[in-house]
């Protein structure tokens, strides 16, 4: 069984709300209605298809308390497509965006008061899907259920916004080249948790990811994607088939055009990063993700030698960046394209 519970004041992570959004499809008829259950265990089959080849895919949105005392989700609409893109890639039915939305909005107007006022808490909804089939053939399943569910979320790194330091791994790789490393499936992070136990042992918050294949081009920094600051430019590495396109990481590209910081893809080499560093060229570096929002990176770990990121503290781009996505997440900064998607609470 998968055990859900209703919210504890325990880890970080564990304070669930109180329902979930259901809905199940058979080889034939399709997608069954949505339904709003409350959350509680569910019973499962040893043999269930999903436990044995892998076929589970899931998504992380969030929902923000806006000042107003609405409740919007960021840009849930590009969640609902990645969230079918994963479907794709794992053989699995793909969940119609007008059902992807509906789940959404359910949730939110169900459970949406429990989400204080707190700007540092967010409602963070968790959309999955798994083979529910119980049979032990290796062939996709005929049969998968949906479920949404949500949290309230505090900062991935914390409330204060302080530097992390990184540990390189030469170890392991997180993806392969077509592999699954460009969606989101509960595979790709199982295999990324003995790296991170390596960098925790290091002192060392998260693990930088180097490309598969010559274990020389920076990629990702755990499950975020990275960025660069060479003066007011801004740089992320390019999306290779191996790494996560992150909704984050497309709206910092679009905030920063807006600020008048030119933005780009570009493949960045482990070494050009240390140079650079060096030279005074690479100011600050900064991971970021749904979870994660904006992370200043302060320092690298790495066998051939480590460095220091700036003066070690979050940068002047990093933090206006990080400002800008959290105040238009809460209604404070303009919302020209439309990111934040208006949701009613009920109660």
Not at 68 to 87: L, T
Not at 204 to 212: A, G, N, T, Y
Request: aromatic residues 8%; hydrophobic residues 40%; proline residues 7%.
């Amino acid at each position: 069984m998968i055990l859900l519970t209703e919210p504890q004041p325990v880890e970080h992570g564990s304070q669930f709300t109180a329902s979930v959004i259901d809905a199940v499809w058979t080889q034939g008829p399709g997608w069954s209605a949505l339904r709003r259950l409350p959350l509680a265990d569910i019973p499962m089959h040893p043999g269930m298809i999903g436990l044995h080849y892998g076929q589970v895919i899931f998504e992380g949105l969030k929902a923000h308390r806006r000042v107003d005392g609405s409740i919007a989700v960021f840009r849930p609409v590009e969640y609902a497509h990645r969230f079918q893109r994963s479907a794709r890639r794992l053989a699995m039915p793909e969940l119609p965006v007008d059902m992807f939305m509906h789940a959404v909005e359910e949730l939110v107007a169900a459970d949406g008061h429990r989400l204080p006022e707190d700007p540092n808490l967010s409602l963070y909804l968790r959309p999955l899907m798994y083979a529910s089939e119980v049979n032990l053939l290796p062939r996709p399943s005929r049969e998968y259920r949906f479920l949404l569910m949500a949290i309230v979320f505090g900062s991935f790194f914390g409330d204060t916004v302080s530097s992390v330091t990184v540990w390189v791994s030469h170890d392991f790789s997180r993806a392969i080249p077509g592999g699954t490393g460009d969606v989101k499936c509960a595979a790709n992070y199982a295999g990324a948790f003995l790296a991170q136990r390596q960098a925790e042992a290091l002192g060392c918050q998260q693990v930088v990811w180097l490309d598969p294949v010559e274990r020389r081009w920076v990629e990702e920094l755990g499950s975020m994607n990275l960025f660069f600051v060479r003066g007011d430019e801004i740089i992320t590495p390019r999306l290779s088939g191996s790494l996560l396109p992150g909704v984050t990481r497309k709206s910092l590209l679009a905030l920063a055009e807006r600020l008048g910081h030119p933005a780009r893809e570009e493949r960045i080499s482990l070494e050009q990063w240390r140079s650079e560093c060096a030279q005074g060229i690479i100011t600050e570096t900064f991971a970021c993700g749904t979870a994660a929002v904006v992370t200043p990176v302060g320092a690298v770990r790495d066998p051939g030698g480590d460095w220091t990121i700036g003066d070690g503290t979050p940068g002047r781009v990093t933090l206006r960046l990080r400002r800008e996505l959290v105040d238009l997440h809460h209604g404070i900064a303009p919302d020209p394209d439309g990111w934040m998607h208006p949701c009613l609470v009920l109660r």
